[in-house]
């Protein structure tokens, strides 16, 4: 099972990059890694998901590192409403057996000022 | 389209009890999960299921039973609630596998007294 480490907590500005980093030293050869983001009394919400090297959305970058042992989530210019809870999950196609890769962590609590 | 939508969004149990929650989703979409998150936890995985009639065991499946009778609906029932079950329930759906997009309904929140 693909563990993962976030800081429980960060804090950032109005209009700054922010970058959440989730290491999973453990990481098997057939995982992806995605990230979700959560509001207060609302059910998370997929943010992106990668295998290696860097994607990219509408919404946030995800960068993973050639070794695969660690992961960045970089979201640009951030608001206000991007204060959440960001998940790192690591896992692989469940079909042969297991639930690895649905399991959330504490997650990273981002706090935006103004 | 309504996505995933859980009933009901609130309950208030006596030790003892027996309910259901239901999970419907619209997107015909063969993978279906039911988490718990408590105050300043991550979702813990109770119970998911790969498709009609199938169901798996998750993270903390004790004191939990699921069924999924129709591709549509998933099923958690707590045939006799204690107050460690108290919480906030998340159940949640996608097409494939563990790893495409999974989408989350708004939570049921169950307090046992």
């Known amino acids: 099972l693909a563990k993962t480490t976030q800081p429980i907590s960060m804090d950032s500005y109005e209009g700054q990059e922010v970058n959440i980093t989730c290491s999973h030293n453990n990481i098997a050869t057939n995982d992806y890694i995605t990230w979700y983001q959560q509001f207060p009394s609302q059910g998370p919400r997929f943010i992106i998901q990668g295998y290696k090297t860097k994607v990219t959305n509408e919404v946030a970058s995800l960068f993973i590192p050639a070794d695969r042992k660690s992961s960045t989530l970089s979201l640009p210019r951030v608001s206000l409403s991007d204060t959440a809870v960001y998940y790192c999950l690591v896992g692989g196609s469940y079909s042969g057996g297991g639930a690895d890769g649905l399991t959330f962590g504490k997650g990273t609590h981002l706090i935006i000022q103004p | 389209n309504a996505g995933v939508t859980q009933t009901p969004k609130f309950r208030v149990l006596k030790t003892g009890q027996s309910m259901t929650l239901l999970c419907a989703q619209d997107?015909?979409?063969?993978?279906m999960y039911w988490y718990r998150q408590d105050p300043g936890m991550g979702l813990r995985l109770i119970h998911y299921?790969?498709?009609?009639?199938?169901?798996a065991k998750g993270e903390v499946p004790d004191g939990y039973n699921v069924s999924r009778l129709k591709k549509q609906n998933f099923l958690l029932g707590l045939e006799s609630a204690a107050p460690s079950q108290t919480s906030v329930y998340f159940c949640?759906?996608?097409?494939?596998?563990?790893?495409?997009?999974?989408?989350f309904g708004q939570g049921t929140r169950l307090t046992v007294v």
């Open positions: 949640a759906s996608s097409y494939g596998d563990s790893f495409t997009e999974a989408f």
């Open positions: 299921s790969v498709g009609e009639g199938t169901t």
């Open positions: 997107m015909n979409h063969e993978y």
